[in-house]
Nanobody, 124 residues
Framework: QVQLVESGGGLVQAGGSLRLSCAAS????????MGWFRQAPGKERRFIAT???????????TYADSMKGRFTVSRDNAKNTVYLQMNNLKPEDTAVYYCAAGQTGAFPRTAEYWGQGTQVTVSS
């Protein structure tokens, strides 16, 4: 059974940092890209970033200039874990953050596996 389990969310003041982790299990992910999405209250879930298996290909969402330079995705294949480092957090970053995985070439348009989500709340 494939599982993606996120952790690291919580309540933080504006300007603070959080590192989200996503531990994957249940299969080999060598052909899979992984990444992060978020869903703010009352809004649709949106893509943040994706990283390939070897980490050589990293893409960030282009729609949100406010995330540039503040969010960094990485992965540790030995631990089957992908990370999202978030710095200088802003209240508008408040959302449920989801980890996902999908086959290279199809992801993030198509995600085969999703985590349960972790809440990030940024207070002003």
């Amino acid at each position: 059974q494939v599982q993606l389990v996120e952790s690291g969310g919580g309540l933080v003041q504006a300007g603070g940092s959080l590192r989200l982790s996503c531990a994957a299990s249940g299969r080999t992910f060598s052909d899979y890209a992984m990444g992060w999405f978020r869903q703010a209250p009352g809004k649709e879930r949106r893509f943040i970033a994706t990283i390939s298996w070897r980490g050589g290909n990293i893409y960030y969402a282009t729609y949100a200039d406010s995330m540039k330079g503040r969010f960094t995705v990485s992965r540790d294949n030995a631990k089957n874990t992908v990370y999202l480092q978030m710095n200088n957090l802003k209240p508008e970053d408040t959302a449920v953050y989801y980890c996902a995985a999908g086959q290279t070439g199809a992801f993030p348009r198509t995600a085969e596996y999703w985590g349960q989500g972790t809440q990030v709340t940024v207070s002003s």
